[in-house]
């Protein structure tokens, strides 16, 4: 089955890396990641830009023409960037606009609903956010309203996973990525977020796994075709990311 990867990173030293909290990851080439995920029947995906890269976007242009056409680019951008620049990355390949909450390195969460909605409105790109879900409840009435919002691996939290729930019941897709990060059984979350929207779920590896407890393993692939029928799954796998991100 054809897996559109959601969520990978890029590391490349060729290219600005700045220490997040201490920690400068090792690198992970465009070529590395191809290699990883060989045998996969990986068709496209999207690079999601790390705390450790904060603005620069030289490293994301650079791996977007480096894997092809079916790849996309989800960017941090401060919120008073140009139109200009932003129409720019649109015409690169970015697609999304990213705020890191859990480890930084992003614009302040603050300033959420005004650039959300500054990007959609300009370019179309939805919004992601990494952020724990226990922090979710705070910023729910605002997360729910806005036009197209994505939360990161599973929300990583199970305390606050219940309100992550309420929000894909309002529209909110979640990437089943970072199995190795969260503190719940992930194959029991993919099963609850899947019935109550099954086009909210989009599978990401989250190579090279930065500091996850347990990096991407193939098994995690295997979790989703244990829990879902093979119509779910490939809704899980491909169909659902690439709507999200490439229609």
């Not at 992601?128 to 910023?139: A, F, M, R």
């Not at 599973?154 to 190795?180: E, H, I, Q, R």
């Not at 109550?196 to 979790?223: C, H, Q, W, Y």
Request: hydrophobic share 40%; proline share 3%.
């Amino acid at each position: 089955m054809q897996i559109f990867d959601s969520h990978l990173h890029i590391i490349d030293t060729r290219f600005p890396l700045i220490e997040n909290k201490g920690y400068i990851p090792d690198a992970f080439t465009s070529q590395d990641y191809l290699d990883s995920v060989n045998n996969l029947n990986v068709v496209g995906g999207a690079v999601v830009s790390g705390s450790f890269q904060e603005f620069d976007q030289t490293y994301l242009i650079d791996a977007l023409q480096t894997l092809g056409e079916n790849f996309v680019g989800v960017t941090q951008l401060p919120y008073d960037t140009t139109d200009d620049e932003i129409i720019k990355l649109n015409k690169l390949g970015v697609r999304a606009l990213r705020f890191n909450v859990n480890r930084g390195g992003s614009e302040d969460i603050s300033r959420l609903d005004y650039f959300a909605r500054r990007v959609y409105e300009l370019v179309n790109w939805h919004t992601e956010l990494y952020i724990n879900s226990n922090s979710l409840k705070e910023i729910a009435t605002t997360v729910e309203k806005l036009p197209a919002v994505s939360i990161d691996h599973l929300g990583l939290s199970k305390n606050g996973f219940s309100t992550l729930l309420s929000l894909v019941d309002k529209g909110v897709k979640v990437k089943a990525s970072g199995f190795g990060r969260i503190d719940f059984d992930p194959g029991e979350a993919i099963r609850k977020i899947h019935s109550i929207n099954p086009d909210a779920l989009m599978f990401g590896t989250d190579l090279p796994s930065t500091r996850a407890k347990r990096p991407f393993e193939v098994s995690d692939i295997e979790l989703v075709y244990k829990v879902l029928e093979d119509e779910q799954v490939n809704k899980v796998l491909y169909k659902n990311a690439v709507n999200w991100y490439l229609k």
